[in-house]
């Protein structure tokens, strides 16, 4: 190619950096790399990985890490994939600093964790090395030095290196509905939500409506309509409400369910205004073709303006997710916001957004059970007294209460004070109990009354 004039891009350069793989040439992938952006070329994160997984099979550490400020330095973020292979890297190699470092990188980067991090993390935590990280007697912080930089970076962690001395203690627990870890006891937090990280997702997500969903004046319509008719406590993702448990011959979008949710919002916030209830207009079409009562539902949520139809061509999962976001309220939806709308809007910022405001829900025969967001963030968090609590990937069911483990060492003189006697009891107690029996809520609240009308099979 370069003999003949022909341009080379990302592509080509990649392609020859993972060919450099099978010869086990780092370099040689490493120098596709420097390459790339001596001719003006962005790499992307798939450039990187020929490289650096092969100084990871070499055990080259420093070559590694090199390739990881290459990265960065390119604008590039490494994922939890990357990270493993330093924190590999690192825990093998018995570096303190470097592995205290990439926990706090996965912690900005990673909501939960795959099994083969956690089983990194805790190869760690059990290594003679972590027994001996701490901090300097000379250089410990005090408490009140601790808890300002905590409040300081938004609560979650102080980032002020090992807090404690000795063997650390691994075990897995489950975190209960108020945030109370089942075996140290210690409360979980929420970490703070940057506000203007919250009107930058705003704005991004309303350019991805417009030129993604091709709906630009639709669009348009519908902030204008949001302008004139909200703010909105709750948002209604009607489709998916309706379709809940439709799997059966013959069964379809039930409109009826969707009033379920509504009236048991009314009655848990009796002064509020009626949810913001968002649906495509071909659904909407069909349901008050069914009965004159689907028909009264439409209309009563519409003159209250409170009910959108999203127009042809478009897809009701931009505006529902926009409607929530620009209200800065919760939206009661069970979709998981997995495939490639959703994959759009990074892995960043949109996760810790659908954390704090997503309300699952249950529907039976008596109502809707409504599963609101946890009071704490799912995220790794470092406590204040050097303990550690990091949650595995999975668990997302609310009935299925996610794993986390819970890692806590002796105290030091300068840290935070024991926990009191009676709450010692209460921690051990529920640790020792079975997994899952005591600590089977994740965060669910209230059973509705409201019934649901029945249908034909």
Known sequence: MCHQGVPRNEATFTAVARLAVARADGDLAFQMVKEMTVAN???????????LYTYYKKKDIEKAFEVDTH????????????????????????????????????RTTV??????????????????????????????????????????????????GWLGS????????????????????????????????????????????????????????????????GPFDFVVDAANVGMYNQNFQGAGFNIFQVNAVVTEIQRKHPLGKLPLTILHHKRANGARATSPLAQRLLNEWSNSDAFYSTPTGSNDDWY??????????????????????????????????????????????????????????????????????????????????REWLCITRPRGMDSKPSLSEPDKNLASESCGKKRGSSQRSTGGEGVGSHTIPEISK
């Open 41 to 51: 070329i962005s790499p992307r994160l798939r450039s990187y990985g020929p490289a």
């Open 111 to 160: 909501r939960d964790l795959a099994s083969s991090t956690i089983d990194v993390i805790e190869k760690w935590f059990n290594s003679k090395a972590a027994k001996k990280a701490k901090i300097p007697s000379e250089a410990l912080p005090t408490v009140e030095g601790i808890r300002s930089a905590m409040v300081s970076r938004g609560g979650g962690w102080h980032g002020l």
């Open 320 to 401: 529902w997710l926009y409607a929530a976001v620009r209200n800065k309220c919760l939206i009661v939806t069970n979709d998981e916001m997995r495939d490639h709308l959703f994959q759009l809007l990074g892995k960043d910022f949109f996760p810790k957004w659908k954390e704090r405001h997503q309300v699952r829900f249950t529907l039976t025969g008596r109502g809707a059970n409504f599963h609101m967001p946890p009071p704490y963030s799912i995220v790794i968090q470092e406590s204040e007294d050097g303990s550690w609590h990091i949650p595995k990937s999975g668990g997302d069911d609310v009935l299925s209460p």
């Open 71 to 106: 990265m960065l330095q390119s604008g590039i973020m490494p994922e939890e994939s990357e990270l493993q292979v330093l924190l590999r890297l690192s825990v093998e190699a018995g570096l303190q600093e470097k592995v205290y470092s990439l926990l706090h990188r996965l």
């Open 166 to 229: 000795g063997r650390w203690k691994v075990e897995k627990t489950n975190i209960d509905k108020n945030g109370f870890c089942g075996c140290c006891g210690e409360q979980l937090v929420t970490i703070d939500i940057d506000p203007q990280e919250t009107e930058k997702f705003q704005q991004s997500l309303a350019t991805l409506a417009c030129e993604r969903a091709h709906c630009g004046n639709n669009f348009n319509h519908f902030q204008d309509w949001l302008d004139q008719h």
